[in-house]
């Protein structure tokens, strides 16, 4: 093949080192889940703080995306991938030489300024070096890269933490990444057409206000309430410019993220769909490790392999299920898909002291089945009907749906697992008057949360599963 400048370059390698520095990436998203805990102890701080290394991260990941699309336009594809691993591997640093949570989370944000730009880069660059017929298995092997590292990450993280420091969580990704700078200075080629345009500063702006604001205000419900001002006023100021975001993007001739692709039925509904999945398996991602630590007294890399299988078979299925794009269409895909991912996350609201933990691994792995074949083939098929520059555009605005969403839904499990453990926690007078008493009350409030949290996964499944019967099945489609 030739690049955009007509010299031969090759492709495989191309795609290995863009798979494999997106890899490296992808592995930090969910990484610290099953160090929650030990964080929690280590700079004792409460679930509802530390969870910020998740929702900051991924709400970074979220404004960064659709600045993506523009930096995709505007520079050579080898500049945009050596700055993104560049703000990553400076953010591994930091974390790594940390004394504080406070160095650790600005570490995180830096982080995902990378992983924000590598995600959506190496899905534009799958679209516009694959034919249409192809998308579909390529985007499973991209699935692989984007879904299988975040689902590996807490079992490494386990892992590590039974074995060495927390530090080395980063640490441990420094040297591949520092590999592939150098893979991609030989091998990433300009594939992509530049095409040079201003950055719309008034809408990073408005979009960095608002989504930030309104994730605020979720984080704000295990605090302080649905209903404290923190939480109605994030949410006011949130949808506020969000609504500015949109007025000025709408009629822009060049627009920062181009929202008017919702206007496209196919696309608005993929998008969801994988926005919803997403949000499902990285909330449970979240929770269960803390219910299998807190509860169960699992350690880290325990609770980390109990969610193994579930991440093995993920990328088994994601490399069928971008087959099975290519010749069933995306419609039945994901009905399967989704009715598989709400069978497997609904009985986790049903947990208890003493649930198998062979129950725990299946219901884990059919809820990663169900995501891997939705993911890459629906977003395969939000872009059957976009051409051209609509395809950087339509990534971005897929992918900025899907984080922007998790990092709201990871919120609102977060939230209400706090708010409901805090509301039912007994007494501390209890503790010295009726220790046995005080225990039982603990362990009952502890479920409670757990169960609150489990079924609000479960509803977003459920969500996920009515969008799905809309789904454009465009190989019927092409036969009729």
């Known amino acids: 093949m030739k690049d955009v400048n007509g010299k031969p370059f090759n492709r495989t390698w191309l795609m290995v080192t863009l798979m494999f520095g997106t890899f490296c990436t992808a592995l930090t998203t969910n990484m610290l889940v099953t160090a929650y805990p030990t964080l929690m102890s280590e700079f004792n701080i409460t679930s509802a703080t530390v969870q910020w290394l998740t929702t900051g991260f991924l709400l970074v990941m979220g404004i960064m995306i659709p600045i993506s699309a523009w930096l995709i336009n505007n520079f050579s594809l080898r500049s945009i991938y050596?700055?993104?691993?560049?703000?990553?591997?400076?953010?591994?640093?930091?974390?790594?030489?940390?004394?504080s949570f406070s160095m650790i989370f600005i570490g995180r944000l830096i982080q995902a300024v990378g992983v924000g730009i590598t995600f959506p880069t190496i899905q534009t660059v799958l679209l516009v070096t694959f034919?249409?017929?192809?998308?579909?298995?390529?985007?499973?092997?991209?699935?692989?890269?984007?879904?299988?590292?975040?689902?590996?990450?807490?079992?490494?993280?386990?892992?590590?933490l039974d074995n060495s420091t927390w530090r080395n969580m980063f640490g441990i990704i420094i040297p591949p990444v520092i590999l592939v700078l150098i893979l991609s200075l030989i091998f990433v080629r300009p594939v992509i057409p530049v095409k040079k345009s201003p950055i719309d500063k008034i809408a990073i702006i408005l979009s960095t206000i608002g989504?930030?604001?309104?994730?605020?205000?979720?984080?704000?419900?295990?605090?302080?309430?649905?209903?404290?001002?923190?939480?109605?006023?994030?949410?006011?100021?949130?949808?506020?410019?969000?609504?500015l975001f949109v007025r000025r993007e709408w009629p822009a001739?060049?627009?920062?993220?181009?929202?008017?692709?919702?206007?496209i039925p196919s696309f608005t509904i993929a998008s969801l769909i994988t926005a919803f999945s997403n949000t499902t398996m990285i909330g449970i991602q979240v929770v269960l490790p803390m219910y299998l630590q807190q509860v169960r007294g699992l350690s880290p890399f325990h609770?980390?392999?109990?969610?193994?299988?579930?991440?093995?078979?993920f990328g088994i299925v994601s490399l069928i299920s971008g087959n099975l794009n290519d010749r069933m269409g995306g419609q039945r895909l994901a009905l399967i898909g989704t009715f598989l991912l709400?069978?497997?996350?609904?009985?986790f609201s049903l947990l208890t002291q003493t649930t198998p933990y062979s129950y725990i691994i299946c219901e884990y792995t059919i809820l990663m089945i169900g995501v891997a074949l939705v993911t890459m083939p629906v977003t395969a098929a939000s872009s059957v009907d976009l051409t051209g520059l609509q395809l950087s555009h339509g990534t971005a605005v897929n992918s900025t749906m899907?984080?922007?969403?998790?990092?709201?839904g990871t919120a609102v499990l977060g939230s209400v697992l706090a708010n409901v453990m805090s509301n039912d926690a007994p007494a501390k007078a209890l503790l010295a008057s009726a220790p046995l008493v005080y225990q039982s009350q603990s362990y009952t409030a502890a479920m409670n949360g757990f169960h609150a949290a489990f079924l609000v996964a479960t509803a977003f499944g459920i969500i996920d599963l009515c969008l799905a019967f809309f789904v454009k099945n465009q190989k019927q489609e092409a036969a009729a």
């Open 402 to 408: 899907r984080q922007v969403t998790t990092s709201m």
């Open 303 to 313: 609770s980390g392999l109990m969610i193994l299988p579930g991440a093995l078979v």
């Open 342 to 347: 709400t069978l497997g996350t609904l009985p």
């Open 131 to 160: 034919p249409a017929d192809k998308r579909g298995a390529m985007m499973g092997l991209g699935g692989i890269v984007i879904g299988l590292a975040p689902a590996l990450g807490p079992t490494l993280s386990g892992w590590i």
């Open 82 to 99: 050596l700055a993104a691993l560049s703000f990553f591997l400076v953010g591994l640093i930091i974390s790594y030489t940390a004394n």
């Open 253 to 263: 001739k060049d627009p920062f993220l181009n929202v008017r692709l919702l206007k």
């Open 211 to 243: 989504f930030g604001s309104l994730l605020f205000g979720f984080s704000e419900v295990g605090s302080n309430g649905w209903g404290s001002p923190s939480v109605i006023g994030g949410f006011i100021v949130g949808l506020i410019f969000i609504g």
